[in-house]
């Protein structure tokens, strides 16, 4: 199995950058798809973006596109969600999710077993 530990969150003014990282242990040598996801309160947990073991195939939700950026670096078994141009309804614990896939890159929770603890994200106005 493998596990996953979230970093990067915090406090940041609407307009601004964040890069949030999840780090894997454990069964990394097997090929795995990794998605971000998102709480808000009072809301269901929704996907945000995914990546393939590869990188080739990646998910964007349509309420980020073209201002988050997933990318990986299997060397150091890291998944990155670059964040710009953050909205205050960007406002969330952010959780990132794996599963043992290759090129498979699922939008549904339920299609992820691991899951990190989350890291909150909080975006002012």
């Known amino acids: 199995q493998v596990q996953l530990v979230e970093s990067g969150g915090g406090l940041v003014q609407a307009g601004g950058s964040l890069r949030l990282s999840c780090a894997a242990s454990g069964r990394t040598s097997s090929s795995y798809t990794v998605g971000w996801f998102r709480q808000a309160p009072s809301k269901e947990r929704e996907v945000v973006a995914a990546i393939s073991w590869s990188g080739i195939n990646t998910y964007y939700a349509d309420s980020v596109k073209g201002r988050f950026t997933i990318s990986r670096d299997n060397a150091k078994n890291t998944v990155y969600l670059q964040m710009s141009s953050l909205k205050p309804e960007d406002t969330a614990v952010y959780y990132c999710?794996?599963?043992?896939?290759?090129?498979?890159?699922?939008?549904?929770?339920?299609?992820?077993?691991?899951w990190g603890q989350g890291t909150q994200v909080t975006i002012s106005s």
């Open positions: 999710a794996a599963e043992y896939y290759n090129a498979y890159v699922p939008k549904s929770r339920y299609e992820y077993h691991y």
